[in-house]
């Protein structure tokens, strides 16, 4: 059975920080590209960062690079979004997700980040 538990999800004041944690289970994560994406209310869900199978190659949005950063650890399976300096435009549920060597995807439940403005 396949398993993306995010967590690490909250309020946090503007310029705050968060680190959100995704732990997968039933595939092969280290064989996976792993993504962390987000969907605000009343928006289409949009890629926020992204990390290669080999934590080489990163990629993030325009509008969270320099202040977000994607990480990986092969051993915990696990994939984590660090996020610092926290604007009022970041509010939203921040889904993981991962693609497999077989090019299956795979969505995690999402959790809620919450910055008052």
């Known amino acids: 059975q396949v398993q993306l538990i995010e967590s690490g999800g909250g309020l946090v004041h503007p310029g705050g920080s968060l680190n959100l944690s995704c732990v997968a289970s039933?595939?092969?994560?280290?064989?996976?590209?792993m993504s962390w994406y987000r969907q605000a209310p009343g928006k289409e869900r949009e890629a926020v960062a992204r990390?290669?199978?080999?934590?080489?190659?990163?990629n993030y949005a325009d509008s969270v690079k320099g202040r977000f950063t994607i990480s990986r650890d092969n051993a915990k399976n696990t994939v984590y979004l660090q996020m610092n300096n926290l604007r009022p435009a970041d509010p939203a549920v921040y889904y993981c997700?991962?693609?497999?060597?077989?090019?299956?995807?795979?969505w995690g439940p999402g959790t809620q980040v919450t910055v008052p403005s």
């Open positions: 997700h991962a693609i497999t060597s077989g090019e299956v995807q795979y």
């Open positions: 039933g595939f092969t994560f280290s064989l996976s590209a």
């Open positions: 990390i290669n199978r080999f934590s080489v190659a990163t």
